[in-house]
């Protein structure tokens, strides 16, 4: 791991009043009291809608803020990191990127050891120890036109990106809390359809047929604690791939709760992949997600972008697949 400490000065930080159901804008004079009492320079910023936070990186940068603090959740850190990938002002490795977490999956802070308590948070703020983590970029579809998405913690296809979607507009209307993706995993099951892909990983094909869900992951964690890519390391310049093949809706039901510890890695109908490259083709519409964020659809294009980006840690370690495991 490449972790060291980091100078910090002239901090950004971008908060997200809706995160958490309305917590990023009713916790933040509490953070920002906790923020007062260091000795952080900062400056802050609220976005006010969807797609906000890309353009307040774009406009800041320029202004000569490198240290850029997501106050929000994992959809508000997608937007600051896609903000910083397309922003042309300076080199990404100039940049640095933390997080308060205040929305309701927190998933790229469990990789990190990043606590939900804001004071210590802040406290992790403050030390500056960061690590270069690789980065994902996915090409996709979307109103018939092909687009680019960054994404630094894991991406879902199938019924994963199903399940987003309905979190989403569940969370758009001020009702998402931490159990929503759960509720959507059960109650989307009768309106899912299988579809069938094929999926090559550095220029091999290696699965053909009926799909029930895919995880790409840079790092472990999705939808409020899930290991759907238990195995994932975030700087070893390979995406992990953990794709679900046909199965029951009452198999689907009976196993869920073995995405909690990824132990459904072992379970006959599921596959685990690791590569560079991936391509994906379907027979019809396959919709995405990544980082939690819902996108266009198939085909789709994922490439990793080996040790991109340097985020604000706290101390972590990452598990290593058993010798047993096997990654075709």
Request: charged share 20%.
């Amino acid at each position: 791991m490449n972790q060291s400490e980091f100078d910090a000065s002239k901090w950004l930080f971008i908060i997200n009043p809706n995160a958490g159901n309305g917590r990023g804008e009713r916790d933040w004079p509490v953070i920002r009291e906790l923020i007062d009492k260091t000795n952080i320079p900062y400056t802050h910023v609220m976005t006010q809608a969807r797609g906000h936070a890309i353009d307040l990186v774009q406009e800041h940068i320029p202004l000569g803020f490198r240290r850029i603090i997501v106050v929000g959740g994992d959809g508000t850190l997608n937007e600051v990191l896609n903000g910083i990938m397309n922003q042309q002002e300076v080199p990404v490795e100039a940049c640095v990127l933390g997080m308060i977490p205040v929305g309701t999956g927190n998933d790229w802070c469990r990789m990190f050891h990043i606590p939900f308590d804001y004071p210590q948070a802040i406290a992790i703020l403050q030390r500056g120890k960061t690590f270069v983590q690789d980065i994902g970029k996915v090409t996709y579809t979307y109103h018939d036109q092909l687009q680019v998405r960054y994404f630094m913690n894991v991406a879902g296809m199938g019924y994963d990106a199903l399940v987003a979607k309905k979190t989403n507009l569940f969370k758009e209307k001020g009702r998402g809390g931490p159990f929503t993706y759960l509720y959507f995993v059960f109650a989307s099951l009768l309106q899912y359809r299988f579809m069938d892909m094929v999926i090559e990983i550095d220029g091999k094909i290696l699965f053909k047929g009926d799909l029930f869900s895919m995880n790409i992951g840079i790092c472990k964690y999705n939808g409020g604690g899930m290991m759907q890519v238990p195995y994932a390391i975030p700087d070893d310049g390979l995406m992990d791939v953990t794709l679900i093949k046909r199965a029951s809706k009452w198999v689907v039901i009976r196993h869920v709760k073995k995405l909690y510890n990824g132990s459904h890695i072992a379970l006959p109908m599921v596959e685990t992949f690791r590569g560079k490259v991936i391509r994906i083709r379907s027979t019809g519409k396959i919709y995405l997600e990544t980082d939690g964020e819902s996108l266009g659809h198939s085909p789709f294009t994922y490439e990793i972008l080996p040790t991109f980006l340097r985020v604000i840690t706290g101390d972590f370690s990452y598990e290593e697949a058993p010798s047993n495991h096997h990654f075709p």
